[in-house]
């Protein structure tokens, strides 16, 4: 996927996050681990998001354990260097045609 595939996919899910009342803190974070496209917070909730898009595949399939042990590092990393000690999940959104899907708490 290019990156400006990648791009557009992270402004859908975006904005799908804003109408349904998520906080967006940041996006693209990167750390030496890897990258989070999207941090959100709802409610007291962190929440460490994946965007995934595809049209002649199955975008979640793209989120394998190797991707999900990376989010785990940059979280953990990030956490540390916020100085944040709260709860989290790790969630999905995948874009595939023009559907929009949250998958929540995705985990090895």
Do not use: W
């Amino acid at each position: 996927m290019s990156r400006a595939v990648g791009d557009i996919a992270e402004e859908r899910a975006a904005k799908y996050l804003i109408k349904n009342s998520y906080e967006i803190l940041e996006r693209n974070f990167y750390s030496k681990f890897g990258e989070i496209d999207i941090i959100a917070k709802k409610g007291k909730v962190l929440h460490f998001i994946e965007v995934k898009s595809g049209k002649n595949f199955e975008p979640v399939y793209a989120i394998t354990p190797k991707k999900v042990e990376k989010i785990i590092k940059t979280i953990n990393y990030y956490l540390l260097k916020k100085r944040l000690n709260c709860n989290y999940c790790i969630d999905a959104i995948i874009i595939k045609n023009q559907s929009v899907e949250m998958v929540e708490n995705i985990t090895i």
